[in-house]
């Protein structure tokens, strides 16, 4: 499991793409919590912070015609198996959405994606 790192997702090919709103599905719901060491830091802050990062995933799927269920456009919802959230409190978006997401983690992933042959130059 990772997030790639913001900048990426609109270069991402469909598979990465469809499969980081999987992910982000998962964390948002009951693996919120849940120790997993590439994606750790994300449960350092609101979960409001994880649903801001999951609202850039699915405006890049809508600008694909991907149409990912509406219910996750509410950053309360946490999936079909699990409560909502009662009231998340929205925070203000910074940028990057997660500090982590640094240059040096920026070469982490095109380095793991040039792993898997995907070559954005």
């Known amino acids: 499991m990772r997030l790639w790192h913001q900048n990426l997702i609109h270069k991402l090919p469909r598979q990465q793409l469809l499969g980081q709103h999987r992910e982000l599905c998962a ?12 994606v750790d830091y994300v449960f350092n802050y ?4 994880l649903f801001q990062f999951h609202e850039l995933v699915m405006k890049e799927m809508l600008s694909r015609d991907y149409y990912p269920d509406k219910r996750w456009f509410d950053p309360n919802y946490r999936g079909s198996n699990c409560d909502p959230y009662v009231d998340l409190k929205a925070i203000p ?3 990057p959405i997660y500090p982590e997401h640094d240059n040096n983690y920026l070469t982490e992933c095109l380095e793991n994606l040039w ?3 995907i070559k954005f130059f």
């Open 46 to 49: 609101s979960p409001y912070k």
């Open 115 to 117: 792993d898997k042959g």
């Open 93 to 95: 978006l910074t940028k």
């Open 27 to 38: 964390l948002r719901g009951n693996g919120w919590g849940k120790k997993h060491a590439t």
